[in-house]
């Protein structure tokens, strides 16, 4: 069987590789419990000054198995809820785990990092993007919500930003990524084999010559006005109101409220709630609250019809026609969500 977590101490700090190249090193339960096994050997090790998490391949992590052979949405297809739920009571654990790492945690964001992803990486106290990362949390889209944490991070980011990557699945790139906060550090790709070795001989001092800045703005700085109107809205109701008012207002902000209003609305209205709900929660929680919360969400939404349905359209099928249940925002009991995270 391929080892898809490579651990080892080099130098003066612990490295872990994922290394799932086939589907962009997605974490399923295996991979889970190594990478915490890794951290847990290395907690006390004085031979280890801190752990360097990287990526093989063009992808960091681009979330949890939901889709694979054994992945969360067979298992509940299966009639295999309790197994499904294991997946993400250890995956929370593990970043809790890393939020309370008694040593620096740095995260090389050399690619693709979503979801699960970002629950490996944002709660570490170093977070370095190349120019190939990028940041998201595209739950909705897939008839689940934002976990691993990101319900304490994202209604921390400013501008609203959170909500946005939260309810449309915004994606952020490495300037993006820099000037939010969820990365500490930029390098380019080409320069990542350097700063490992540096890292390994030096340990974290090494990071005093990580100098490097992205060219240009993030893509999202034209549009960070309209992101901070709508997405601050108190409701998913009036973020859609507030997207269609500033799509009136034309120009290039105005087409990318249009384009992000015309996504939504092919989001699990269920899951745009839910996703609301959980941020807005969130703002004033601890992580450990947000991950609690995220725990009770996770359990509701795997049972039910969307989330089967959700996988299917955009991870299976890939047809990107999903039939929501219930169909629209009207229909969601708002009340029940609130219920399932305060007692689920």
Request: glycine share 10%.
């Amino acid at each position: 069987m391929t080892e898809t977590v490579r651990s080892w101490v080099a130098g003066r700090v612990g490295r872990v590789e994922l290394d799932r190249q086939q589907a962009l090193n997605a974490l399923d339960l295996t991979m889970i419990r190594a990478l915490r096994r890794a951290l847990d050997a290395w907690r006390e090790d004085p031979a280890v000054e801190a752990v360097v998490v990287t990526g093989a391949g063009r992808a960091f992590c681009a979330g949890g198995d939901v889709r694979g052979v054994r992945g969360v949405r067979e298992q509940v297809l299966a009639g295999e809820a309790a197994e499904a739920e294991q997946f993400f009571v250890e995956e929370y654990a593990l970043n809790a785990a890393i939020a309370c790492y008694p040593k620096p945690y740095v995260a090389i964001l050399d690619g693709v990092a979503m979801g699960g992803g970002l629950g490996v990486s944002v709660h570490g106290s170093v977070r370095v993007a190349t120019e190939r990362a990028v940041l998201a949390m595209p739950e909705t889209a897939i008839g689940f919500a934002p976990d691993v944490g990101t319900s304490h991070v994202l209604p921390r980011l400013p501008g609203a930003l959170g909500f946005a990557m939260a309810l449309a699945g915004v994606r952020l790139d490495a300037p993006d990524a820099l000037e939010s906060g969820l990365a500490t550090h930029y390098t380019d790709s080409a320069d990542v084999p350097d700063l490992l070795d540096r890292l390994e001989q030096h340990g974290l001092s090494a990071l005093e010559t990580v100098t490097g800045r992205p060219a240009g703005a993030g893509s999202l700085a034209p549009v960070g006005d309209v992101i901070a109107h709508a997405f601050s809205a108190p409701s998913v109701e009036t973020v859609f109101a507030r997207l269609d008012h500033d799509a009136d207002d034309g120009g290039p902000a105005g087409e990318w409220a249009a384009a992000t209003a015309a996504s939504l609305r092919t989001m699990s209205p269920t899951s745009l709630v839910t996703a609301h709900e959980l941020l807005g929660a969130g703002a004033t929680s601890s992580l450990a609250a947000c991950l609690e919360r995220e725990r009770r969400a996770a359990h509701w939404l795997i049972g039910r019809h969307d989330f089967a349905e959700g996988v299917r359209a955009v991870l299976v099928d890939k047809d990107r026609t999903p039939a929501w249940s219930p169909a629209t925002l009207s229909e969601v009991d708002t009340a029940e969500i609130r219920d399932v995270l305060t007692t689920g």
